[in-house]
């Protein structure tokens, strides 16, 4: 139950004064339901009104507040055409421009013959000084009701400043006082204001610097909101061991047998991640373990692995991969190592349908299936697993926590692996699954070769064709991967087709395919076999397509507009090659506009290949909301902190959460009970609910 003194704040926005349903509305829409969604809706900007110059001296440009006297009102005849009223002081003449003006409106806000202080940005018009519409009208009297200082929010549509400036105000006015729940020493050496200082500070920026994500108010704001989220996180896993998982210790038969079939010895970081894994496993604790590794370290051998481990005690595993493709592949992959053991792996995905899709389930259900490979099919209602040991999630980023948690939930204590292509820095995991047991494969398999990156300018994309047909004369297979189009699905399609034709008209129709997101299935497949297998050498994609396909054969890809994807997306797309032992290029066209950011980002691309270095930089330019795809990959979004540059933040407060938490586990001591504050504040219920006496 939410505690009262946080009642206020969890009121409906139209409880508000001066909100109306049609505003409340509106605002939910940019901040959230709640009074505190407001409070949480942090000023971006400054106005500073305090330049109170004559007319004669305003400069056009700049934000001026003027007192002037009202003359006289001209409507227009043509309504395209401003509202103008008159004004001067003793020094010139200012015209206040209107468009659509009302009236009957303006000559209320602004009589004829009475005296106003007007402020807004100042134009020259026709030599002309001009204000269009200010943003504030005030008679003498009422002077102080134009800010010094004002703060400007986010932009949100259809409310205008003044009403959203109101309504945080009286956001504000309802914001108690709390029981302090940081550490009194903490606070005091950080030199940090309550929160409700804070809180109001941050609302009522003195100067730019209140604006810094690094000011004593935004600090404390951003770790309130890490430490709730840190205590979260650590009471879900408290709860997790408590619960208890399975003891899964095979005797080593099943793995052994695939091992020595494996056409290679496994790698130093592969055979550690194995004991990591293993040793989770052996343990009474249910595991919850993420699997790093670039793209083609070799995951899905440590995943097979460790699923036989579940197998040889008569358990089943199942492997989920986030598109259709991947789940194949992962199929075909490991089929053939399962069929000399004489075990039975399904697959399932949205395209298995009927008799094929009813055997599947059947097989799992009585457990005659031992392996299930598929995507989120596999965690639909109707898919029943007899004995779900291990589940691994072969993420790639798109999965949310609460698909993660819904396949957990196919077995009571289900062993979970999730395994990422793309490293994640640490704090950023520590966002979305708190102080997760992680294990990382450094090294690359043995005899990859480095991939050569190039950027190259769109103007000389025809040597980048020219350049091709010599590497097909050498038996290279092409990725060409065209550009991404954010704003419609529609224009990547068409992108990719009409590159497509382009180098048909090069290369011959039989030599290049196409595959994209709204082909079906069999077509899907169609293309990549003949990709494969021939008679394709070129393969056009849009990147809804498959960055985990695997074709030893492919050494060269172009990738067309490089800069539009993010770095951590190159570094993937750009993993799909350099996996056979032939030299492999990657060839980044680039618009011939770029901007600092875009070309820092080619520029690290072409010069490192390590993805954690990349996933660093990739941090360091974009910042932490943008850098998973947010929504897709289940990391919290934060209103306060940014993960970029609160990062040592994080740390301390993944410390605090664990240390309080060790000494008070439920919460129950002085601290304890405001730290349940916070976390009502930040809305983790959910978490309250893992405590004892909740
Ligand atoms: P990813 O980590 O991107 O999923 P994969 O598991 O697809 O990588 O492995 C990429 C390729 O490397 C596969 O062809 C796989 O058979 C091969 N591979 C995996 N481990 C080793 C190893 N220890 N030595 C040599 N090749 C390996
Ligand atoms: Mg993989």
Redesign the pocket.
Same mark, same amino acid.
């Given at each position: 139950m939410r505690p009262e003194i946080l009642f206020p704040l969890f009121a409906k926005l139209d409880s508000l004064k001066g909100v109306g349903p049609r505003i409340a509305a509106l605002m939910e829409k940019a901040a959230g339901p709640h009074v505190v969604d407001l409070l949480w809706h942090l000023p971006r900007e400054i106005i500073d009104r305090r330049d109170r110059p004559t007319v004669a001296a305003a400069l056009p440009g700049k934000i001026v507040t003027l007192t002037v006297r009202v003359g006289r009102h001209e409507a227009p005849s043509d309504r395209r055409r401003p509202y103008r009223i008159h004004t001067a002081d003793d020094t010139g003449n200012l015209i206040l421009t209107y468009f659509r003006g009302d009236r009957k409106y303006l000559e209320q806000i602004l009589p004829p013959g009475e005296t106003r202080i007007v402020s807004g940005r100042l134009d020259l018009y026709n030599g002309i000084k001009q204000m269009a519409h200010p943003d504030h009208v005030q008679p003498l009297d009422r002077a102080d009701e134009i800010p010094g200082i004002e703060a400007v929010y986010p932009l949100t549509q259809g409310i205008t400043p003044k009403v959203l400036a109101k309504a945080i105000h009286a956001a504000l006015d309802r914001a108690p006082e709390m029981p302090e729940w940081l550490d009194d020493a903490f606070l005091k050496q950080r030199e940090w204001p309550t929160w409700r200082q804070a809180i109001t500070t941050a609302h009522a920026p003195e100067g730019s610097g209140d604006l810094s994500p690094l000011s004593r108010s935004r600090l404390r704001l951003a770790y309130d909101e890490l430490l709730a989220n840190q205590l979260a996180l650590t009471l879900v896993r408290m709860r997790a061991k408590r619960q208890g998982g399975q003891v899964i210790k095979g005797d080593g038969s099943l793995r052994r047998r695939v091992e020595s079939a494996l056409p290679?010895?496994?790698?130093g970081s592969?055979i550690t991640a194995l004991s990591e894994i293993y040793g989770d496993m052996a343990s009474p604790h249910r595991m919850l373990r993420l699997l790093q &590794?670039d793209? !083609?370290? !070799?995951?899905?051998?440590v995943a097979l692995l460790a699923m036989l481990n579940a197998v040889e005690t008569g358990g089943q595993a199942a492997l989920m991969a986030p598109t259709e493709i991947l789940a194949r592949q992962h199929f075909d992959t490991i089929a053939p190592l399962l069929t000399p053991l004489g075990l039975k792996c399904v697959v399932l995905t949205g395209r298995d349908k009927g008799a094929v899709r009813r055997d599947a389930l059947a097989a799992l259900a009585e457990g005659s299936a031992k392996l299930a490979i598929g995507t989120h099919a596999l965690f639909q209602d109707d898919v029943e697993f007899r004995d779900l040991k291990l589940a691994v999630i072969d993420e790639q980023h798109r999965f949310g926590v609460h698909q993660r948690l819904t396949l957990g939930a196919k077995g009571a204590k289900t062993d979970m692996l999730v395994m990422t292509?793309t490293p994640i820095p640490r704090t950023l995991t520590m966002t979305a699954y708190g102080d997760l047991d992680s294990s990382r494969?450094t090294d690359k /398999? /043995? &005899?990859r070769k480095p991939i050569k990156t190039v950027v190259v300018a769109h103007h000389r994309l025809t040597e980048v064709v020219d350049g091709l047909t010599r590497k097909l004369r050498e038996g290279a297979k092409i990725y060409w991967v065209c550009p991404l189009v954010e704003e419609s699905e529609t224009n990547d399609l068409a992108n990719a087709e009409g590159r497509h034709a382009d180098l048909i008209k090069h290369f011959g129709e039989d030599r290049v395919a196409l595959v994209h997101g709204r082909m079906k299935g069999k077509e899907k497949d169609a293309a990549m076999d003949r990709f494969v297998n021939g008679p394709g050498d070129i393969l056009v994609a849009t990147t809804v397509i498959e960055v !985990?396909v695997?074709v030893?054969a492919a050494t060269v890809m172009v990738i067309e507009q490089a800069e539009r994807f993010g770095l951590a997306q190159l570094h993937q797309l750009r !993993?799909r090659i350099g996996?056979g032992d032939a030299e492999s290029t990657c060839i980044l066209v680039r618009s011939e506009e770029l901007t600092q950011t875009a070309r820092e980002r080619l520029r690290t691309l072409s010069e490192t290949e390590d993805g954690f270095v990349i996933a660093e930089k990739d941090l360091e330019l974009r910042g932490a909301g943008e850098i998973l795809g947010t929504k897709q990959s289940g990391l919290p979004e934060f209103r306060l902190a940014d993960i970029a540059l609160h990062g040592e933040l994080m740390r301390i407060a993944n410390d605090d959460a664990k240390l309080v938490l060790e000494r008070d586990p439920d919460l129950t001591g002085d601290r304890g009970k405001r730290l349940r504050l916070l976390l009502y504040l930040f809305e983790r219920d959910a978490a309250i609910a893992n405590l004892k006496s909740g």
């Open positions: 290679f010895a496994l790698t592969q &590794g793209v !083609g370290s !070799g995951k899905t051998v292509a494969l /398999p /043995p &005899g !985990g695997n030893p !993993g996996r």
